[in-house]
């Protein structure tokens, strides 16, 4: 509901203003001054920023799906956990890949996606995994985002979920957890 309402508020991201204080910085500097300062939202809020009608609809459908699987398969805590766990990570991998003018909860999206498919194919108590269709579109939409053909993207936060998911939900499967 957070996203959706910050990109009403936002109007999509046409108020700018209203969306520096959900930036993780203001402006490029290694030591975040802003997090120092005790500002430590910041860390994870630029995964409430949209920019566009597309941009908030295909994440938050995919946040419903898989967040709503995990959340039913697990807990709302650990759904919890893996968001903001995902989406800080995330969140820093692009701020120094790029600096700060990103935003979205694709970060999280591709994690959750990872997680999910390692849990599926290593783990057959968990009783969950993707079809691979799903999987391939998925991968196949990452390839296009790193190509560039669909505009100025946070790849590396898309990147940076992707992995730890794997490895999150490939060790969880290992360790015969959910």
């Known amino acids: 509901m957070l996203c959706v309402i910050l990109a009403l508020v936002s109007g999509f991201g046409a108020k ?3 969306l520096r204080p959900f930036f993780i910085s203001e402006r490029v500097d290694i030591m975040l001054p ?9 860390l994870l809020t630029p995964v409430l920023i949209h ?4 941009h908030i609809v295909f994440n938050m459908l995919w946040l419903w799906e898989l967040g709503g699987a995990l ?9 919890a956990t893996m968001v903001v766990g995902l989406g800080v ?3 820093l991998a692009q701020y120094f890949y790029q600096g700060p003018a990103f935003g979205g909860m694709s970060g999280v999206v591709f994690g ?6 390692m849990q599926g194919r290593f783990n057959p108590r968990f009783g969950m995994g993707l079809h ?5 579109m998925m991968l196949g939409w990452f ?3 790193w190509l560039g053909l669909v505009g100025n993207i946070a790849n590396m936060a898309h990147t940076a979920g992707l992995l730890l998911g794997i490895l999150w939900g490939y060790t969880s499967a290992k360790l015969g957890r959910p």
Request: aromatic share 12%; charged share 20%.
């Open 16 to 18: 700018i203003d209203l």
């Open 34 to 42: 802003e997090i120092r300062s005790g500002q430590f939202w910041r």
């Open 51 to 54: 920019i566009g009608v597309i």
């Open 71 to 79: 959340e039913n398969r697990l807990s709302a805590l650990d759904l």
């Open 89 to 91: 990570s995330s969140n």
């Open 112 to 117: 959750l996606l990872g997680y999910f498919w």
């Open 132 to 136: 691979k269709h799903i999987v391939i």
């Open 143 to 145: 390839v296009v985002c």
